[in-house]
């Protein structure tokens, strides 16, 4: 697979809410290369403090010139990077790992927790190629209403059907997400697509298994470099000793590759 | 006079480099990690990923840290081990033009037999840098790196096993580095390398818990660079054998620092991580300053630094 390293310009911010920022920018060889899944490594500081990169999946590309990411102001690495601005250029590395194998004339399930969703509309959107929209459910969770809405637009633009869960009842279903998948039980079998917090893809797995559904799962963790050199962001493995490594082995697994703690 | 070109080769024993700068172990795979942001062929060697007698999984997650200016790893030597080292990855470094220098490690002075040997009847791999200094794993490594008396047995051992050119790294996890850096000087090391991570520790005060499983870690990144200067400025002036620098290495800057006080080479490790690109910059850049200093070649850099 290639990467490449970039000084992309950022086209645009946009704030979707306090703290939901969206990034558009300007990096062509990786709008070209990218996947659905995969994600970039992001140079913050011009310093040596805070000194990782940080990574980010991709929540967009028009596959000519710009890519999109999604992001919430969580810790230090995010607060600098809402800092920045229209036309400021960033030092970014990508496309990095292993995305989404999309299975073609598959019926579908996406399933997305607040910031995890960020890469499924890529996914959605390249799924469109090869899927009817009423074969592609969409399940996506939130803390609220406020965070929740424009992440749902995206999909809902593409003309996609989506089911809402927030935290605290502010839209649709007052609870988990994974609560969602309840009603379509007696489907026939869907390949299900999940992006989210750890409690959440674990739930998710452990449904997938329990309906017989295969379940691919985007995992986040630690990592200091992306480039499956450090080797820092181990994950053990379900068969087998040893671990998997979430940079290049993922970020998406099967379900079933991983040991679920 | 403006030179254009300013010689840029340096000599590590017999391990001739066309210019000072390596990649360092586990900063860099096993080289094709890189191969699409970075021109291999342009670097001095590439420094591969230690490797041990038998594969090894690894320390359990979380493995690292960051903390400021610096990383904390305690990724556990985990390696494909030396068969599938040498029959899947050796063969990609076969077709770019560079030296490849192998790390080796092991818990016993036999393992270290074992891969001095098998890496000895080899072809491609160039030299064998000698890591005594992991502070990650339990059993030998940093023990070994500690210890005057055992560092010599296993430079020994491998002197005794290996016709190549060694590099034996040291740890700085030690009170004085001058005795180690002699101690395996003379039991027939070719070069010392130096410094490995030191060892340190990060905290979550919320859940009250290490931030890393294995509880401790190697610190490295920029926040090391000035301990390894002073360290590898003290060995050099206790040994005779060339010096190869590491710690803390982002820019040519550094790497000229290290050179100033005395490193034959140096080695960039986590700003591989951060820029990947780095070596290739850290090239260019010693180039620029020989130029500025009016150097006709980095041999006049090396050691001149003026006390």
């Given at each position: 697979?290639?990467?490449?390293?970039?000084?992309?310009e950022?086209?645009?911010?946009e704030?979707?809410?306090?703290?939901?920022?969206?990034?558009?920018?300007?990096?062509?060889?990786?709008?070209?290369?990218?996947?659905?899944?995969?994600?970039?490594?992001i140079?913050v500081?011009?310093?040596?403090?805070?000194?990782?990169?940080?990574?980010?999946s991709?929540?967009?590309?028009?596959?000519k010139?710009?890519?999109?990411?999604?992001?919430?102001?969580?810790?230090r690495?995010?607060?600098?990077?809402?800092?920045?601005?229209?036309?400021q250029?960033l030092?970014?590395?990508?496309?990095?790992?292993?995305?989404?194998?999309?299975?073609?004339?598959?019926?579908?399930?996406?399933?997305?927790?607040?910031?995890?969703?960020?890469?499924?509309?890529?996914?959605?959107?390249?799924?469109?190629?090869?899927l009817?929209?009423?074969?592609?459910?969409?399940?996506?969770?939130?803390q609220?209403?406020?965070?929740?809405?424009?992440?749902?637009?995206?999909?809902?633009?593409?003309?996609?059907?989506?089911?809402?869960?927030t935290?605290?009842?502010?839209?649709?279903?007052?609870?988990f997400?994974?609560?969602?998948?309840?009603?379509?039980?007696?489907?026939p079998?869907?390949?299900m697509?999940?992006?989210?917090?750890?409690?959440?893809?674990?739930?998710?797995?452990?449904k997938?298994?329990?309906?017989?559904?295969?379940?691919q799962?985007?995992?986040?963790?630690?990592?200091?470099?992306?480039?499956?050199?450090?080797?820092?962001?181990?994950?053990?493995?379900?068969?087998?000793?040893?671990?998997?490594?979430?940079?290049?082995?993922?970020?998406?697994?099967?379900?079933?590759?991983?040991?679920?703690? | 006079?403006?030179?254009?070109?300013?010689?840029?080769?340096?000599d590590?024993?017999?391990?001739?480099?066309?210019?000072?700068?390596?990649?360092?172990?586990?900063?860099?795979?096993?080289?094709?990690?890189?191969?699409?942001?970075?021109d291999?062929?342009?670097?001095?060697?590439?420094v591969v990923?230690?490797?041990?007698?038998?594969p090894?999984?690894?320390?359990?997650?979380?493995?690292?840290?960051e903390t400021?200016?610096g990383?904390?790893?305690?990724i556990?030597?985990?390696?494909?081990?030396?068969?599938?080292?040498?029959?899947?990855?050796?063969?990609?470094?076969?077709?770019?033009?560079?030296?490849?220098?192998?790390?080796?490690?092991?818990?016993?002075?036999?393992?270290?037999?074992?891969?001095?040997s098998?890496?000895?009847?080899?072809?491609?791999v160039?030299?064998i840098?000698?890591?005594?200094?992991?502070?990650?794993?339990?059993?030998?490594?940093?023990?070994?790196?500690?210890d005057?008396?055992?560092?010599?047995?296993?430079?020994?051992?491998?002197?005794?096993?290996?016709?190549?050119?060694?590099?034996?790294?040291?740890?700085?996890?030690?009170?004085?580095?001058t005795?180690?850096?002699?101690?395996?000087?003379?039991?027939?090391?070719?070069?010392?390398?130096?410094?490995?991570?030191?060892?340190?520790?990060?905290?979550n005060?919320?859940?009250r818990?290490?931030?890393?499983?294995?509880?401790?870690?190697?610190?490295?990144g920029p926040a090391?660079?000035?301990?390894?200067?002073?360290?590898?400025?003290?060995?050099?002036?206790?040994?005779?054998i060339?010096?190869?620098?590491?710690?803390?290495?982002?820019?040519?800057?550094?790497?000229?620092?290290?050179l100033?006080?005395?490193a034959s080479?140096?080695?960039?490790?986590?700003?591989n991580?951060?820029?990947?690109?780095?070596?290739?910059?850290?090239?260019?850049g010693?180039?620029?300053?020989?130029?500025?200093?009016?150097?006709?070649s980095v041999?006049?850099?090396?050691?001149?630094?003026?006390?």
């Amino acid at each position: 697979m290639e990467s490449f390293q970039e000084k992309s310009e950022i086209i645009k911010v946009e704030q979707l809410t306090d703290d939901v920022i969206r990034l558009t920018l300007h990096s062509q060889a990786i709008a070209k290369a990218t996947l659905p899944g995969q994600f970039v490594m992001i140079k913050v500081s011009g310093g040596h403090d805070p000194l990782l990169r940080r990574p980010f999946s991709l929540h967009r590309t028009d596959g000519k010139e710009t890519v999109q990411i999604l992001y919430k102001v969580l810790g230090r690495g995010t607060k600098i990077l809402s800092e920045f601005c229209a036309g400021q250029k960033l030092d970014i590395v990508g496309p990095l790992g292993h995305g989404f194998t999309i299975k073609k004339d598959k019926p579908t399930c996406l399933v997305g927790g607040g910031m995890g969703i960020a890469p499924l509309l890529f996914l959605a959107d390249t799924m469109l190629n090869s899927l009817e929209p009423q074969n592609i459910i969409v399940l996506l969770g939130a803390q609220t209403k406020a965070e929740l809405e424009p992440l749902a637009g995206g999909f809902e633009k593409l003309g996609l059907v989506v089911e809402t869960a927030t935290d605290d009842g502010s839209l649709g279903h007052h609870g988990f997400v994974i609560d969602l998948m309840d009603k379509f039980e007696t489907d026939p079998s869907r390949e299900m697509y999940a992006c989210g917090p750890y409690p959440m893809m674990r739930a998710v797995a452990r449904k997938s298994e329990i309906l017989g559904w295969n379940c691919q799962v985007s995992l986040e963790t630690m990592m200091a470099c992306g480039l499956a050199a450090c080797l820092g962001c181990a994950y053990p493995r379900k068969y087998g000793s040893g671990y998997v490594h979430v940079c290049k082995d993922g970020p998406v697994f099967d379900s079933e590759e991983v040991l679920w703690l | 006079m403006a030179l254009v070109k300013p010689d840029l080769q340096v000599d590590i024993g017999n391990l001739h480099l066309q210019n000072p700068v390596m990649t360092a172990s586990g900063t860099f795979g096993y080289g094709e990690e890189f191969a699409s942001i970075v021109d291999l062929s342009r670097l001095g060697a590439i420094v591969v990923k230690g490797i041990s007698v038998v594969p090894r999984v690894g320390n359990s997650p979380p493995r690292v840290a960051e903390t400021a200016c610096g990383m904390l790893n305690a990724i556990g030597l985990e390696n494909v081990g030396v068969e599938r080292f040498v029959s899947e990855k050796l063969p990609y470094l076969r077709n770019v033009n560079v030296p490849v220098v192998v790390n080796i490690l092991g818990d016993t002075t036999e393992e270290y037999q074992d891969l001095a040997s098998q890496l000895n009847d080899i072809p491609e791999v160039a030299a064998i840098e000698v890591n005594i200094s992991c502070p990650n794993v339990k059993k030998g490594g940093v023990a070994f790196g500690t210890d005057p008396e055992m560092a010599q047995t296993v430079t020994r051992t491998v002197r005794e096993n290996c016709s190549k050119p060694i590099i034996v790294k040291l740890s700085p996890n030690v009170t004085d580095i001058t005795v180690i850096a002699k101690a395996v000087e003379d039991a027939g090391a070719d070069a010392v390398s130096l410094i490995n991570t030191i060892l340190g520790m990060a905290i979550n005060t919320g859940r009250r818990r290490p931030v890393l499983a294995n509880v401790v870690g190697g610190l490295s990144g920029p926040a090391i660079k000035p301990i390894a200067l002073r360290m590898v400025w003290q060995a050099a002036n206790a040994v005779n054998i060339p010096i190869v620098g590491i710690g803390g290495i982002c820019s040519a800057q550094d790497a000229v620092e290290f050179l100033l006080a005395g490193a034959s080479a140096i080695q960039v490790g986590t700003a591989n991580f951060i820029n990947p690109r780095v070596t290739e910059e850290v090239i260019d850049g010693i180039r620029e300053y020989l130029i500025g200093q009016k150097m006709e070649s980095v041999q006049e850099c090396i050691g001149a630094l003026k006390v």
